[in-house]
């Protein structure tokens, strides 16, 4: 047996735009993701767009049963900035109703919520101001952040700001995955600077507002790995480190940007516009814990060209396929969970042993319906094989000292994702688009082995 820490955390991991639906309902306005539904349609999984996703508006009371079901113990999911504030300043009391309901309803069931404030689903109302790139979006989340906290910091012990804030960097201002489908890295800067002020802004928020309680972020860590060791090599898998994990982290964490990173961003004509009372802000307001997401490992090489000043990410590092990858051919990401390994050394070595945990996990598969069995459950061993590999190496890390204390799973049940939508599934349960019908798969009654017996 493979035994983890007293009061580990067992739980999964959604967000308010992936599962929700009501999109245009009960007094929520727009996000990024319905307007550019609307507008730009085709780019869209099977014209499957954010209106219904997963109906969790609907369905939250039985949902939470069904987290008990499969021996939960937490849960992270996200608030809709534009359901709780249609405007940005106007209270929607039944968006206070349904998180009041929701948030209750987990702890009814030993399900610890843990809330998310950001994930990716950008208010219109703030995007027709000129979105992130306009710093008066550090205000708006710092007012949107206090007022979370007032109307619920009597159900929720733990808060993060931002899920993967780089994501919605660089998907909306280098690679157009997300509205406003830019490619300009140094919007991209600016975008990631208010984004990294706005989280800072919130814990200063969340300080004034409660002495109980706890708050940090959810970053994406892949580890970089270069293809060789020779030094050009060395140095973008380096570069890659500066723009992929230390940029968020390091601050976050140790309350300073990277020197190397300021220098590599001046150098590239990329600094962000900044005020001299930032650094303040930036050094003060440190996250109590941190949340690390861990799908892929960043495998690099040094670019064959270069150029000067840097106009993408790929000018400072490209990719490089390591031979020797096991793959999930659905996603077409690597499996590689030697990395849990090498974060929790990471965090243990580098960033003061700060408590954190595996904040999402999880293996996408596309087709699930294949592997369905006589008796219509999904027969997902690929999925338990994945997670019992990934905790094998998690264990390892706790064992040598590492200070994690949870491992969530993405997801619950199958959501929807983005310009993917439904084409690949994570959850542990089945989700049945014609119907919204939940239907446990085989991981669901392995989790709750593995929960119950506080490991496997």
């Not at 982290?249 to 990173?261: H, M, N, Q, R, S």
């Not at 590492?402 to 983005?418: E, I, L, Q």
Request: aromatic share 14%; charged share 25%.
């Amino acid at each position: 047996m493979k035994h983890f820490p007293k009061n580990f955390l067992w739980g999964t991991a959604m967000s308010a735009p992936q599962t929700e639906g009501q999109n245009l309902s009960f007094g929520k306005t727009a996000t990024i993701w319905d307007h550019w539904f609307k507008t730009a349609q085709e780019k869209f999984y099977q014209d499957q767009g954010p209106k219904v996703t997963s109906d969790v508006y609907g369905h939250y009371l039985e949902d939470c049963r069904r987290m008990q079901a499969i021996g939960l113990n937490s849960f992270r999911t996200s608030i809709s900035w534009a359901r709780l504030l249609p405007d940005g300043k106007t209270i929607n009391p039944e968006a206070v109703a349904f998180y009041r309901q929701y948030f209750l309803a987990m702890l009814d069931h030993g399900v610890e919520p843990i809330i998310n404030l950001f994930h990716f689903d950008t208010p219109m109302w703030l995007m027709t101001r000129g979105g992130w790139e306009n710093r008066d979006s550090i205000d708006a989340f710092a007012f949107y952040a206090r007022t979370a906290f007032e109307l619920f910091g009597d159900l929720v012990d733990k808060w993060t700001t931002f899920n993967e804030p780089l994501v919605h960097v660089e998907c909306g201002y280098l690679y157009q995955y997300h509205y406003p489908a830019v490619v300009d890295f140094k919007r991209a800067t600016q975008v990631a600077y208010h984004t990294l002020l706005a989280h800072k802004a919130a814990i200063k928020a969340f300080r004034e507002v409660t002495q109980t309680g706890k708050i940090g972020i959810i970053l994406n860590i892949s580890p970089t790995y270069p293809k060789s060791e020779a030094k050009e090599d060395m140095l973008a898998a380096f570069r890659s480190d500066l723009l992929n994990t230390r940029s968020f982290l390091d601050p976050a964490v140790l309350g300073t940007i990277p020197d190397e990173l300021l220098v590599l961003l001046k150098e590239n004509e990329l600094l962000p516009e900044t005020k001299a009372e930032d650094h303040k802000l930036i050094e003060n307001n440190i996250v109590d814990f941190i949340g690390l997401n861990y799908y892929q490992p960043r495998r690099v090489q040094a670019p064959k060209v270069t150029r000067l000043p840097a106009q993408m990410p790929a000018d400072f590092y490209q990719p490089y396929d390591w031979p020797k990858k096991k793959l999930n051919p659905h996603r077409g990401w690597e499996i590689y969970p030697e990395a849990l390994y090498d974060v929790a050394m990471m965090m243990k070595e580098n960033y003061h042993n700060m408590p954190w945990y595996v904040s999402e996990n999880g293996m996408g598969v596309a087709a699930e319906e294949t592997f369905m069995n006589a008796d219509g459950e999904i027969e997902d061993d690929y999925r338990i094989a994945f997670m019992k590999e990934h905790l094998s190496y998690l264990h390892q890390g706790i064992r040598e000292g590492s200070n994690c204390f949870g491992y969530h799973a993405w997801t619950f049940v199958d959501c929807w994702s983005w310009l993917n939508g439904y084409k690949n599934r994570y959850g542990f349960y089945r989700l049945d688009l014609a119907t919204r019908e939940r239907s446990m798969k085989k991981s669901g009654r392995w989790m709750k082995q593995v929960s119950e017996n506080n490991g496997f």
